[in-house]
């Protein structure tokens, strides 16, 4: 008799899903969006707003509907109207040019991107060459730097710092975008620091609480990760920064998508672990999607990683507390008795 051995079943292996936690909306972006949210609810529409109140096309699309315009510039809003700026902050010009243009106006810029503008305000009046770390063409990057043109120069990234010039080495301060790479901004400044062993550090870290918390958990994610999906829109800059981490910190693959719409299926072969994790400008939904998505597939098995916990909340902008209605129609009238 002819020995029979059984061969094993062949079971597939677990397919499983890391969500990052923190993730999703940080507290300057929720605070943008409700004050579009409320101004609509008690002004009325249209609410007119300078750039992106976030940058997430869902989010935007989502307020257009709600009654929201969307502008680039401010010379385009009609005198007598509301106009909010952008969680990114602007540049004193630009409020200067609503004023002009007889606008009432709602600043939804996030309290951290205002410490940098403060912090960039008081390093120019000691009369310091700020360097301010950033992506050029940033909104924020723009904001930061109209506090103190003849004072700031930009550098963008660590291969940036050999083009710095300053007029004395001694009094150097940095100061940075609050969306970068914890890891790129700190090469950077080693870099400077090499250059300038005298450079000022700001206050506190100019790189926000969200976006830190946000990288931390993406590098325990990636860590384990056959493929990281992070949702969030291509011109967010904290979202595209999630994906280079993911990448420098253990993933096999990663990509950025807006939405479950987004993803190639071809992504998954042979993958049993998906990391998951949104920028800060994302509503959960959008995560929700993906999940679906995902479980559809197989991928059931789900455990949330959450190295650190957030608690921040930011007060809505002061303005919504005004009869912002009554104080555009007044500028509108003073602005068109101005020109006639």
């Not at 972006?29 to 940058?55: C, F, M, N, S, T």
């Not at 920064?241 to 910190?249: K, S």
Request: glycine share 8%.
């Amino acid at each position: 008799m002819v020995a029979m051995t059984a061969t094993p079943v062949s079971r597939p292996a677990e397919r499983r899903i890391l969500l990052a936690a923190p993730r999703g909306y940080c507290a300057g972006v929720d605070r943008a969006v409700i004050a579009v949210e409320q101004a609509l609810e008690q002004y009325g529409a249209p609410i007119y707003v300078r750039h992106e109140i976030v940058h997430n096309k869902y989010v935007v699309q989502t307020l257009e509907k709600k009654g929201a315009i969307f502008v680039e510039e401010t010379s385009e809003v009609p005198a007598g109207e509301i106009v909010i700026f952008s969680a990114h902050g602007v540049a004193p010009q630009v409020h200067d040019e609503a004023e002009r243009g007889g606008l009432a106006t709602i600043d939804a810029t996030c309290p951290l991107v205002t410490k940098v503008h403060k912090e960039a305000v008081r390093f120019a009046k000691d009369d310091y060459d700020i360097l301010l770390i950033g992506h050029e063409g940033h909104e924020e990057v723009i904001g930061t730097s109209g506090e103190a043109p003849d004072h700031i120069t930009l550098v963008d990234g660590p291969d940036d710092v050999q083009n710095v010039e300053v007029r004395d080495p001694d009094k150097v301060v940095w100061l940075s975008q609050t969306t970068l790479s914890v890891d790129e901004t700190m090469e950077t400044v080693d870099a400077l620091q090499s250059r300038y062993p005298n450079l000022l550090s700001p206050p506190s870290d100019d790189i926000c609480y969200a976006t830190q918390n946000r990288q931390t958990a993406i590098k325990k994610v990636a860590a384990e990760s056959d493929l990281v999906l992070v949702v969030g829109s291509k011109n967010s800059s904290n979202s595209v920064r999630l994906v280079e981490t993911a990448l420098n910190h253990g993933a096999t693959a990663g990509h950025l998508v807006d939405n479950a719409g987004e993803i190639d299926e071809s992504w998954l072969e042979g993958v049993t672990t998906v990391g998951l994790s949104s920028g800060a400008s994302v509503p959960d939904v959008l995560i929700d999607g993906v999940l679906d998505w995902l479980r559809e597939r197989g991928w059931d098995d789900l455990e949330v990683v959450q190295p650190v916990e957030e608690h921040m909340q930011f007060s809505l902008p002061k303005e919504l507390r005004r009869d912002l209605r009554t104080e555009a129609a007044e500028k509108g009238k003073v602005r068109a008795e101005g020109a006639g």
